[in-house]
């Protein structure tokens, strides 16, 4: 299992599966952020089952869900309060993974340069130059 690397505590990834939250903790990961909002596709499990499966395997688990085109300042706040308070390394995911990446660099905005932002994001696969004026 690819996940998306953004920096050494974290990564993104599309929706997962038990095999990919295995698959996370064979590779050290040691918390999950769910970005997907229940019931987005059909056939897709809900964070409920995510996160019972996730916990079954020892992560740590946050429902940040993000609606595409709904993101609000709060949407931010929880991600930056998962990112300093869960154990590293974190996988989040969305349904892509473009939704996660988009949240850690809002969180990351002030901390980090637009540049080393849209860089980070961009060697792990999501092309986000066009947020640079929000960085």
Same mark, same amino acid.
């Given at each position: 299992?690819?996940? =998306? &690397?953004?920096? *050494?505590?974290?990564?993104?990834? +599309?929706?997962?599966?038990?095999?990919?939250? #295995?698959?996370?903790?064979?590779?050290?990961? *040691?918390?999950? /952020?769910?970005? =997907?909002?229940?019931?987005?596709?059909?056939?897709?499990?809900?964070?409920?089952? &995510?996160?019972?499966? $996730? !916990?079954? @395997?020892?992560? !740590?688990? =946050?429902?940040?869900?993000?609606?595409?085109? #709904? @993101?609000?300042?709060?949407?931010?706040? #929880?991600? %930056? $309060? $998962? @990112?300093?308070?869960?154990? %590293?390394? /974190?996988?989040?995911?969305?349904?892509? +993974?473009? =939704?996660?990446?988009?949240?850690?660099?809002?969180?990351? *905005?002030? !901390?980090?340069?637009?540049?080393?932002?849209?860089?980070?994001?961009? *060697?792990? +696969?999501?092309?986000?130059? +066009?947020?640079?004026?929000? @960085?």
């Amino acid at each position: 299992m690819s996940f =998306r &690397t953004v920096s *050494k505590d974290f990564s993104a990834y +599309g929706q997962v599966s038990q095999s990919d939250l #295995q698959s996370a903790v064979d590779q050290g990961f *040691k918390s999950l /952020i769910i970005n =997907r909002p229940d019931h987005e596709s059909p056939g897709q499990p809900t964070a409920a089952e &995510t996160t019972a499966a $996730a !916990e079954a @395997l020892g992560l !740590e688990v =946050r429902f940040i869900p993000l609606v595409s085109g #709904q @993101l609000t300042m709060e949407h931010v706040d #929880q991600t %930056k $309060a $998962a @990112l300093t308070e869960m154990p %590293k390394p /974190i996988l989040a995911h969305c349904a892509s +993974g473009m =939704r996660s990446a988009i949240l850690w660099s809002l969180a990351h *905005k002030g !901390e980090m340069s637009a540049d080393d932002i849209i860089n980070a994001v961009s *060697k792990a +696969g999501y092309d986000l130059a +066009g947020l640079r004026p929000n @960085l």
